[in-house]
């Protein structure tokens, strides 16, 4: 009877974690793939790395403490592998917020990050399985407009293209009416002086600054940007659908 309780109350401590460090395994090594794959900051990979030898460290200190318990029918230090890597996560989680800040300030939007301006606005939109959703980020440049315009020497000038025109502020062409105006919710007036960027981010883009076949896809993923000389403000735009 008290081999069967120690093997429920062996059960009950060490084995409820395991679901918690499967998901968080397999959250953080799609963290850590996507992370490569978009060639992100060096903090970022680090830190979704480490997340994922949390977690599987964690499965495999799980199977070694309980197999060591079953045999010997007494709990020891060893019993409890699992539970200091469940603190050992638990400061991981606390730095994520932080960590995620940083790279935030650090991450750049065609050479700008926010850490370098001061940001006016922004939102995102981004959610579900399939990360549909947009994103804008508006910079106030003035204070560092000099460094401002170095990013913005290989810029294309505006006006922008026909097709980032229409998607952007709507518009009609061969007597289709496009009624988009993705620059109202990026909160993107009509500028004149200035510069812009593009990004092509489609997986079936051939050219990422071409934006010739934007209209001949079910599907939008790109990027814009666009520097008002003005007002020394940047609009940075992410649509993806």
């Known amino acids: 009877m008290k081999k069967k309780i120690l093997i429920i109350s062996l059960f009950v401590v060490l084995a409820l974690p395991i679901p918690v460090a ?8 799609i963290w850590f793939l996507a992370s490569l794959i978009k060639v992100t900051s060096f903090v970022e990979i680090i830190s979704a790395l480490m997340g994922v030898l949390i977690s599987a460290t964690y499965i495999i200190s799980y199977i070694f403490a309980l197999n060591k318990t079953w045999r010997e029918k007494t709990f020891s230090m060893k019993s409890f592998l699992p539970i200091a890597h469940c603190l050992l996560a638990l400061l991981y989680l606390f730095s994520l917020k932080p960590t995620a800040n940083y790279i935030g300030e650090t991450t750049e ?9 001061s940001v006016v606005e922004e939102l995102d939109t981004h959610g579900g399985f399939l990360g549909d959703g947009s994103y804008y980020l508006i910079l106030d440049c003035s204070k560092n407009k000099e460094q401002a315009l170095e990013k913005v020497k290989n810029w294309n000038k505006l006006p922008l293209s026909e097709n980032l025109n229409l998607i952007m502020y709507g518009g009609e062409k061969d007597g289709v009416t496009y009624g988009y105006e993705l620059a109202e ?6 500028i004149d002086n200035g510069y812009y960027m593009f990004e092509d981010r489609h997986s079936e883009s051939k050219d990422s600054r071409d934006d010739s076949e934007l209209f001949d896809r079910y599907s939008y993923n790109f990027s814009i940007a666009i520097y008002d000389c003005d007002t020394d403000k940047m609009y940075y735009f992410e649509f993806d659908t």
């Not at 919710?185 to 009509?190: R, T």
């Open 185 to 190: 919710e990026a909160h993107m007036p009509a």
């Open 22 to 29: 499967m998901l968080g395994c397999l959250l953080t090594t």
């Open 109 to 117: 939007y065609f050479g700008f990050a926010k850490k370098d301006f």
